[in-house]
């Protein structure tokens, strides 16, 4: 009988995409497999032929929520007279605006955690495995209750280490010691989810409540397999992570949609100098403010720019003829067709665009992008990164020539290409998750040993 293996995840396309990527290899190595993610993802994830569970959720509605514009849209101003002047203000404003919005957007972010906990649970009956990440680490405690192995994962490097300070969050690199402490922070966000997997423990699995854990340990307090979904030549894995920290290299997901360029698109390709891909990921936010910038950054330029929609963060109206907007397309082929690209730093667009072979400009706005963003200018690959609230039109113009002259981003963009795709992450995870799955004992066996 074949090994079944669930897998459960919730996010943006960023944190569902890679998990297509594994389910079709393990389905192609002869697995059952089904994958639980948000409702938004139920025609990608079917698309590739694997069997879908819903966790019950339509992020791209949740992100779209009013309070997010309002919590998010807090920007400083350009000139420093008027920085002095409203200062106050601007901080008071955002604070309240914080004050009000936030405890509401938590209770709603926790409903969506139990709700998908709650069909993980139907999901995972007889799997032999669940395969989880941060935002499912409910599965932690789905695994212990159905006396299975559980593997973590993660898109960017979050287990302690004393080289660098935790990416999640803006932490300066103060040293080996406060490196290291800087990870306790993930204790507030451990918290956060801890509320609604303890009180499923106690009613859905007849669990008791947890004393040891977190996001990489069992309730036992030992270390889980964890697999990150990143390469060591974008990412160098910390000397000092344990041994169960494993990094597999990327799991790219090859469009299998046969897509290509339509009639419109192909004659704007074919109009002018080649373009550089623009977008601000799947977060909705800012959408007037940021289609101003594009649209005078562009201008001072004077080149041409593909813009992708994503959900809600560019108005695709009244663009100029410099610019084409796009609805949908998949990075590894939208990419063969531009220059260079600029984007938010998500973990997934990263990858893409170094896999292209392309030079980037980072523009992130939250969690690990700035991490991403700086490893993308360490590597060579491009400017420096600009958060998002600080962009301006000429920030964005003069970033868009660097891309399109600095011949060296080129060049190190396309050599770590080359050694990026001769790399399999989805085969070496594999590998780890046979070595779990062969060795794992079942709780009666261990209480015998």
Known sequence: MRKRIAIATIGTQGDVQPYVALAVALKERGYSVVLGANADFEELITGYGIEFCSMGT???????????????????????????????????????????NMPALLRDGQKIVEIAARRAWKMAQGADIIIINMNTSFGIDIAEALDIPAIMTALQPLSMTREFPICAYEWPDLGPAFNQLSYLSMSIQQAYYDFPRNRLRRKLMGLRQRKKGGFFKDSDGNNLTTLYNFSTLVSPRPRDWPKSAIVTGYWQLEDNTGWEPSAKFSAFLDSGSKPIYIGFGSMPFGAERN???????????????????????????????????????????????????????????????????????????????PYWGRRVRELGCGPAPVRLRKLTPQILANALGDLTTNHDYTEKARALSVRLRAEDGKAKAIKHIERVLANYLPRAERRRA
């Open 58 to 100: 339509n992020i791209q509605a949740f992100l779209q929520q009013s309070r997010f514009e309002t919590v998010m849209n807090h920007n400083v101003p350009e000139d420093v007279p008027t920085l002095l002047r409203d200062g106050q203000k601007i901080v008071e404003t955002a604070a309240r605006n914080m004050l009000v």
């Open 291 to 369: 289609t101003s910038i594009l649209k005078d950054a562009v201008a001072k330029w004077g080149g041409r720019a593909v813009v992708a929609r994503g959900w809600g963060g560019i108005n695709p109206d009244h663009l100029p003829d410099t610019i084409y907007a796009i609805s949908k397309a998949p990075h590894d082929k939208l990419f063969q067709h531009v220059a260079g690209v600029v984007h938010h730093g998500g973990a997934g667009t990263t990858a893409a665009g170094l896999h292209a072979g392309k030079p980037a400009f980072v523009v992130p706005q939250t969690f690990d992008q």
